[in-house]
Nanobody, 133 residues
Framework: QVQLAESGGGQVQAGESLRVSCVAS?????????????VGWFRQAPGKEREFVAA????????IYADSVKGRFTASRDNTENTLHLEMSSLNPEDTAMYYC?????????????????????WGRGTQVTVSS
């Protein structure tokens, strides 16, 4: 079991940068098994579907990004602090959304659909990012 809590959202001007974070708690965080969870970032703007942003996979360990954020966003994890970060730069109004982190417990299956919300077991409540022009 793991609980996720995002923070760091806010309002910025176009072209500025922002970092959002996600802290994991619960049993998986306490015994550090969270280190083996695949994690992802998604966002959802009003009236739109939840959109994949980035993921850090379990096996193999790699980071993947949506084309819309590639080169501007950087996802990372601090396993000692059970924390995920999403560094966002060159923000534009189209990046305005509620940002969510998600996690999937490790299991031996063939699923590799990291960009699909249903792949993940746990979700945070989100943090709002607003970019004004």
């Amino acid at each position: 079991q793991v609980q996720l809590a995002e923070s760091g959202g806010g309002q910025v001007q176009a072209g500025e940068s922002l970092r959002v974070s996600c802290v994991a708690s619960g049993r998986a965080a306490s015994d550090h098994s969270f280190n083996n969870y695949a994690v992802g970032w998604f966002r959802q703007a009003p009236g739109k579907e939840r959109e994949f942003v980035a993921a850090i996979t379990w096996i193999p360990r790699k980071t993947i990004y949506a084309d819309s954020v590639k080169g501007r966003f950087t996802a990372s994890r601090d396993n000692t602090e059970n924390t995920l970060h999403l560094e966002m730069s060159s923000l534009n109004p189209e990046d305005t959304a509620m940002y969510y982190c998600a996690a999937r417990a490790p299991r031996l299956d063939s699923r590799r659909d990291y960009a699909v919300p249903g792949y993940y077991d746990y979700w945070g409540r989100g943090t709002q990012v607003t970019v004004s022009s």
